[in-house]
């Protein structure tokens, strides 16, 4: 099994997204389902990393990114021999034509 690391970037977007749901929408009980339905599928990333889809883009990366849908979110994350870094967490409506590393 991998182990699991969050970017900082992606620390502040999960915030961002339980905030929105809990605070902006008062929908506290949406902000508990996103997270256990991320936990759930971090736990299987972290137990099978390659299984997920690979990120496309024309723009050069450095790394490979894989990417998963999670309640509405795409979680993007890149594999390595000991480790799975969770890279972001972005809402699936937003524009990601600058690519993943704004």
């Excluded at 883009?57 to 450095?62: E, F, H, V, Y």
């Amino acid at each position: 099994m991998h182990k699991l690391v969050y970017l900082p970037l992606a620390e502040r977007d999960l915030m961002e997204a339980l905030d929105y749901l809990a605070y902006a929408l008062d929908a506290p009980k949406a902000a508990r389902d996103l997270l256990a339905e991320l936990d759930k599928t971090v736990k299987q990333i972290a137990e099978f990393p390659y299984a997920c889809a690979l990120y496309r883009t024309d723009r050069p990366m450095q790394d490979e990114i894989r990417m998963v849908p999670v309640k509405g979110y795409l979680l993007y994350y890149a594999v390595f021999h000991d480790r799975v870094e969770i890279r972001r967490f972005l809402h699936g409506r937003r524009d990601r034509s600058k690519g993943i590393a704004e």
